[in-house]
């Protein structure tokens, strides 16, 4: 880890601050990385001002250049440093910075000398391990510098007693109380697990001093940050960033310790920051002006143009609403800051010490100081973070209802259904799930939970799913229509079958089936279950099919409703093809062969009223004719009677076209005959058959 400091907190750099590093393994130089911030006014007593510290990784070399590009005719501050960390084992052995300063001399400023300036080898300057404090309220600001130097000029009491004990992930218990200070209140919402100093190495005798807590002993806001340096860290170099960042502080810049409460890892995991105990209000160094009535969480990495990870956010909301909630604030609420000083944000806003300010219970660090913190991309997410620590739970709904089936926007089922459901609030801010049938609860479900099962009683019903936040807050989904039945549908007109026109083959007669079903509630389809599976609408009353002739088949459906209950019927069959020769004949007849007729043959006639007579027991019947663009007209006779005349002209040639059909209502013995009307220019008739159905 690695930074740039100089000898007066107050003073500022004009210019862009950039290093790049050679990596210890690949020997390859890294990109320039802009060291943003300006820590000068972190700590009451810091011994110097300078950048925030960046994490570099393992590396063997290292560059630095300070560049205002002609825009400033300002120099470079005294003392200007490069101060490199060596963030150790974690075993508790001393962290000692290494440092490379700018040699001291009346050298070119910024402005007549845009070229990188170098930083050259010299004996690192004494920096105290620890200073006093006057003042809890003064401190750490990041990235870019104010236009102005605030004054240190707060004078709030701070307590002298330190909890005895700090919070660990493996066990979570909060510090005992001293004499001096009281009890760490309870919380609205859980405690999230925290990684204790020890447990991430901290090296206590770097900042031997006792921690101070808030003046006013209530925590009314959390301030986010982040560390703005690399996101190339591994979370099992989190640790060592922690480290790199508390020795930064304290043995570079001077502070007592830590400035954050709290810092948490692209993975998530948060880490006790400012010791004093995580379950007091203990106050920070990292929101100059306010320290005194905030704590402050930031995330390891810089977030200006992509947002920290969902793991991390989530932490960020976790430990705000568990640290907002031990003093009754509302995570979602906008609160009142008094400032300790003169100030300014990054928007341009200005006030005066002792100003009220209106800030969101979570804000960001910009809102209170002249900073990019936590970056663009990252304060973006701070409306989520508020939403998922304060509640309720968000885009909660109804993703389905199985076990029923949706006809328009209502669901129809027989009794049992499962409602599932999503949230976009995550699981671990949430506290359970209820399912809701008419508006009571009749199912509970766990915060992980994405559906549950029930019985509904007939009739309809109103099905709804209620989120809990972990702060009590309820959240109730849009209601589904629900209707449960038992009656079954039924079919108003049986299944009937009926020759259709069509081509025949001997294979494939043409039919037609005909049938009616309806449902008391909301019928779903009609199915077609022998000799075939088809479905059809619940609107469709016939279906165009084909039947193997001199073969009994049998036709059964099942009619559907939304809710699954079912009625069946069935019909029965048989198609047959009397051919042209088992008519009876009269007048001249003249006999053809071609594999394109039905059984090869067929009889043609072009005498006028010429006849042809069969004679069968059936309900359906159908007269099949071959066609050409000479064809002529024929009378049809049906029992004695003249019912139509066909016209067998067609553009194109077909053969085996059933061209006019006929259906009783009942099987009766019938007689059909056809007469060759004699039409002029094309009197010819060329039939193939009859087809019945029996």
């Given amino acids: 880890m690695l930074g740039v400091t100089w000898t007066d907190p ?34 009451r007593g810091a011994a110097r001002g300078g950048t925030e510290p960046a994490w570099v990784g393992p590396s063997d070399g290292v560059e630095v250049r ?121 919380s609205t919402a859980p405690r999230p697990p925290v990684v204790s100093r020890a447990d991430w190495g901290a090296d206590e005798s770097i900042s031997p001093e006792e921690p101070s807590y808030l003046p006013g002993g209530k925590i009314k806001a959390v301030v986010v940050h982040h560390t703005a340096e690399s996101n190339s860290y591994t979370c099992e170099q989190a640790p060592a960033v922690v480290r790199g960042i508390y020795a ?52 390891l990495g810089t977030y200006t143009d992509a947002a920290p990870s969902q793991a991390a956010m989530l932490s960020v909301a976790k430990v705000a609403a568990w640290k ?75 993703k389905s209802v199985t076990g029923a089936g949706l006809s328009g926007t209502t669901y129809y089922t027989k009794a049992d259904v499962t409602v599932s459901w999503s949230a976009t609030t995550p699981a671990s801010l949430i506290k359970q799930y209820d399912l809701l049938v008419d508006g009571k609860p009749v199912i509970r479900a766990a915060a992980t939970a994405t559906s549950a099962k029930t019985t509904l009683a007939a009739g309809r019903h109103t099905v709804a799913v209620r989120a809990t936040h972990q702060s009590g807050k309820q ?11 038992t009656s079954a549908p039924s079919f108003t007109a049986k299944p009937s079958l009926a020759l259709r026109v069509g081509t025949v083959d001997t294979a494939a007669v043409p039919v037609t089936l005909s049938w009616k079903a309806t449902d008391g509630a909301a019928l ?57 020769t088992s008519a009876v004949r009269s007048g001249t007849w003249t006999s053809k062969s071609s594999a394109s007729y039905l059984g090869g043959t067929s009889l043609s006639s072009s005498a006028k009223n010429a006849s042809l007579t069969w004679t069968f027991t059936g309900r359906s019947a159908a007269w099949v004719v071959s066609r050409a663009s000479t064809s002529g007209q024929a009378y049809v006779y049906v029992d004695g009677v003249k019912v139509a005349t066909v016209d067998l002209k067609s553009a194109t040639t077909k053969f085996r076209d ?12 019938h007689t059909i005959k056809i007469v060759v009307v004699g039409t002029a220019g094309r009197p010819a008739v060329t039939t193939d058959g009859l087809a019945y159905l029996k």
């Fill in 248 to 299: 930064y502080h304290v043995k570079q810049l001077g502070w007592k310790d830590l400035g954050y409460n709290f810092l948490v890892d692209k993975c998530g995991t948060v880490y006790e920051g400012r010791k004093g105990g995580v379950d007091q209000p203990v106050q920070g160094a990292h929101a100059y002006g306010f320290n005194a009535e905030t704590t402050g969480i930031s995330v």
């Fill in 66 to 186: 300070v560049n205002a590009g002609g825009q400033s005719s300002a120099g470079l501050p005294a003392g200007l440093r490069l101060d490199m960390v060596d963030p150790g084992k974690g075993s508790g052995e001393a962290m000692g910075p290494a440092a490379f300063a700018v040699e001291e001399s009346s050298g070119p400023s910024l402005s007549s000398s845009p070229e990188p300036t170098e930083l050259e080898s010299s004996t690192p300057e004494q920096t105290p391990t620890s200073a006093p404090e006057t003042a809890p309220s003064e401190d750490l600001p990041t990235e870019p510098a104010v236009s102005q130097s605030p004054t240190p000029s707060e004078t709030s009491p701070e307590p002298s007693q330190t909890p005895s004990a700090s919070a660990s992930e493996s066990a979570p218990t909060t510090s005992a109380p001293t004499a001096t200070t009281p009890p760490a209140p309870p």
């Fill in 658 to 669: 059933a061209i006019w059909t006929k259906t009783w209502s009942t099987s009766a013995k």
């Fill in 524 to 580: 779903k389809e009609t199915r077609l279950t022998t000799p075939m599976a088809k479905s059809y609408g619940p609107t469709l009353t016939s279906a165009g099919l084909t039947s193997k002739s001199a073969t009994t088949t049998a036709w059964g459906m099942t009619a559907v409703d939304f809710a699954g209950n079912t009625a069946t019927a069935s019909v029965a069959g048989t198609p047959v093809i009397l051919q042209e």
């Fill in 10 to 43: 107050a003073a500022k750099v004009a210019g862009a601050i950039e290093v790049r590093t050679r990596d210890i393994q690949s020997g390859q130089w890294s990109k320039w990385l802009r060291l943003d911030g300006d820590s000068g006014q972190g700590e």
């Fill in 475 to 485: 959240t109730t989904s849009a209601a589904a229509t629900v209707v449960a039945e």
């Fill in 324 to 398: 907002l909630g031990q003093y009754g604030v509302d995570p979602t609420s906008s609160i009142t800051l008094t400032a300790g000083d003169s100030g300014r944000s990054y928007t341009g806003k200005t006030w005066s010490k002792g100003a009220q300010l209106s800030f969101p219970a979570i804000h960001g660090h910009r809102d209170g100081y002249n900073t990019q913190c936590p970056g663009n991309a990252f304060y973006g997410q701070l409306s989520t973070i508020r939403s998922w620590a304060g509640g309720p739970v968000t885009g909660l709904a109804i």
